[in-house]
């Protein structure tokens, strides 16, 4: 089948020879962050560079959810399907309430400024996680030229009491990231230093334990070409990474799998649509996406 990688029998499974590899839209400056609203029927990601949030429904088309959003990243949605938004440039965690207002959640670990949350994730406890690489902070494109305050660390916030922990400090550069269907596992990708000659381009698989502490950190995947930055795990487990060739499908073991193929960089992706088994992807300048014989993990 073209557009496609099998690098294993078993991919064979999981992709469809008669869904092709649709573009829904494009003329963007750098697509990330995609959260499908399944009440909604609709997907919400950013155009990061240029402040925007947009949204994306198949009844409707492209339009603008959000202007000035203060750079927003990464989303998810919490266990009340609000939305949860990462902001560069307001090193902060937002909620957006359900009648529209926003509300901030955590900027300061300690009495210092967060760097620029970068991806998000909420688990079935409601504690939210997210990682803070300086990213948004190194340049004026993503967000705007500021000073770090604080060493990059993936943290756990927990609503409930406004608590905020370094769940893991011992990163360069922690990414996207997204638990397991049963919440054992949480994987982490790491793309180190923005502007080093050498980037890293580890998958990382952390143990989870009843208190939500992590152990372990071991590499499971190296991606190549390209770098690792938005993952999902779907139903069984699989862990669906972006790349710089399309979307890698990596088995709980490290293994590969097999690939789709996109023209484009692929930055972030989420499964959406009927049955949850639609893969939208954020690919440099466009809005793709692909049905696949697979369902994504449920988030709520």
């Known amino acids: 089948m073209d557009g496609f990688e099998f690098t294993q029998p078993r991919f064979k499974a999981y992709v469809l020879p008669n869904a092709p590899l649709e573009k829904l839209a494009d003329g963007l400056r750098w697509t990330e962050g995609p959260v499908f609203f399944g009440d909604r029927d609709e997907l919400l990601f950013s155009d990061l560079p240029n402040n925007r949030v947009m949204r994306w429904a198949a009844s409707a088309g492209l339009s603008v959810y959000r202007e000035a959003g203060d750079f927003e990243n990464g989303h998810a949605r919490d266990r009340q399907g ?52 300086p990213y948004g902070i190194q340049t004026d494109y993503e967000g705007g030229k500021q000073e770090s305050e604080l060493p990059a660390a993936l943290y756990r916030f927990d609503p409930r009491d406004g608590s905020l922990r370094v769940a893991a400090d011992d990163f360069q550069g922690p990414n996207g990231l997204c638990f397991s269907p049963d919440e054992r596992q949480l994987y982490i990708v790491e793309t180190g230093l923005q502007f080093a000659p050498d980037p890293v381009q580890h998958v990382r698989a952390f143990d989870v334990d009843d208190d939500g502490g992590l152990c372990g950190g071991d590499v499971l995947f190296k991606i190549a070409p390209g770098n690792a930055d938005g993952i999902r795990c779907d139903e ?65």
């Not at 307001?90 to 529209?100: A, F, K, M, P, S």
């Not at 900027?107 to 991806?119: A, H």
């Not at 862990?239 to 979307?247: E, T």
């Open 236 to 300: 069984h487990g699989n862990i669906w990474s972006s790349a710089g060739d399309g979307v890698h499908c990596i088995d709980p073991g490290g293994a590969l799998v097999g690939k789709i193929l996109v023209p484009s960089t692929v930055a972030n992706l989420a499964f959406g649509g009927r049955n949850n088994s639609r893969l939208f992807l954020c690919a440099s300048q466009a809005l793709y996406a692909i049905y696949v014989n697979v369902r994504g993990a449920s988030l709520l």
């Open 82 to 133: 609000r939305l949860l938004s990462c902001s560069h440039r307001g090193r902060r965690i937002h909620r957006t309430e359900l009648d529209g207002s926003i509300t901030g959640l955590v900027e300061r670990y300690q009495g210092r400024r967060l760097n620029s949350p970068n991806d998000i994730v909420c688990k079935s406890d409601g504690t939210i996680w997210f990682s803070d690489p």
